[in-house]
T-cell receptor, first 112, second 112 residues
Framework: NAGVTQTPKFQVLKTGQSMTLQCAQDMNHNSMYWYRQDPGMGLRLIYYSASEGTTDKGEVPNGYNVSRLNKREFSLRLESAAPSQTSVYFC???????????FGPGTRLTVT | GENVEQHPSTLSVQEGDSAVIKCTYSDSASNYFPWYKQELGKRPQLIIDIRSNVGEKKDQRIAVTLNKTAKHFSLHITETQPEDSAVYFCASLGDSSYKLIFGSGTRLLVRP
């Protein structure tokens, strides 16, 4: 049982490049989330998926897209990376009937 | 929109002393209030949570109190130890049952 996994762990992009951050969970959780964490600003919700087949915007969705590929996987795509997207990205999942969020190990992204 | 304010941003205590971190929230419909601990370079992990129908909850050296009238909740750590040093985040469940709103974090340092 690996819990929530994220790939890659680290990534450096140039401005304008695109990439997809991958997230998978093996706990049969229904809801999945993407956050970004910046110094002094806590965790801010980018997008979430309440269940397979649905996605919704969070606080800071601009510049990002998501895909809930199946119940296990929830990916985050940056179509044209900008320096303002330099951050640590965390994926999380929640079991049906619970509120506790289980976080992945994070992806540290630098955009130059 | 929904907002959670957290104070202080940094807190330094002597080992064995108590530490208190306070949060206020804006959404009067919020009904779930978790606290997460994040060690350096690691993922956030839930340490305690409280529902709106309870005023206080304890788990060994950790306690959380909730004042729904004032829209305040607090984390209390007694007999602090060096391993308590970390960043602590409060959060509240917003108007949707899926979206957690996080505070900006408190960096706790426990001096040996």
């Amino acid at each position: 049982n690996a819990g929530v996994t994220q790939t890659p762990k680290f990534q450096v992009l140039k401005t304008g490049q695109s990439m997809t951050l991958q997230c998978a969970q093996d706990m049969n959780h229904n809801s999945m989330y993407w956050y970004r964490q910046d110094p002094g600003m806590g965790l801010r919700l980018i997008y979430y998926s309440a269940s397979e087949g649905t996605t919704d915007k969070g606080e800071v969705p601009n510049g990002y897209n998501v895909s809930r590929l199946n119940k296990r996987e929830f990916s985050l795509r940056l179509e044209s990376a900008a320096p303002s997207q330099t951050s640590v990205y965390f994926c999380a999942s929640v079991m049906a009937g619970s509120y506790e969020q289980y976080f992945g190990p994070g992806t540290r992204l630098t955009v130059t | 929109g929904e907002n959670v304010e957290q104070h202080p941003s940094t807190l330094s205590v002597q080992e064995g002393d108590s530490a208190v971190i306070k949060c206020t929230y804006s959404d009067s419909a919020s009904n779930y209030f978790p606290w997460y601990k994040q060690e350096l370079g690691k993922r956030p992990q839930l340490i305690i949570d409280i529902r709106s129908n309870v005023g206080e909850k304890k788990d060994q050296r950790i306690a959380v109190t909730l004042n729904k009238t004032a829209k305040h909740f607090s984390l209390h750590i007694t007999e602090t130890q060096p391993e308590d040093s970390a960043v602590y985040f409060c959060a509240s469940l917003g108007d949707s049952s899926y979206k957690l709103i996080f505070g900006s974090g408190t960096r706790l340092l426990v001096r040996p």
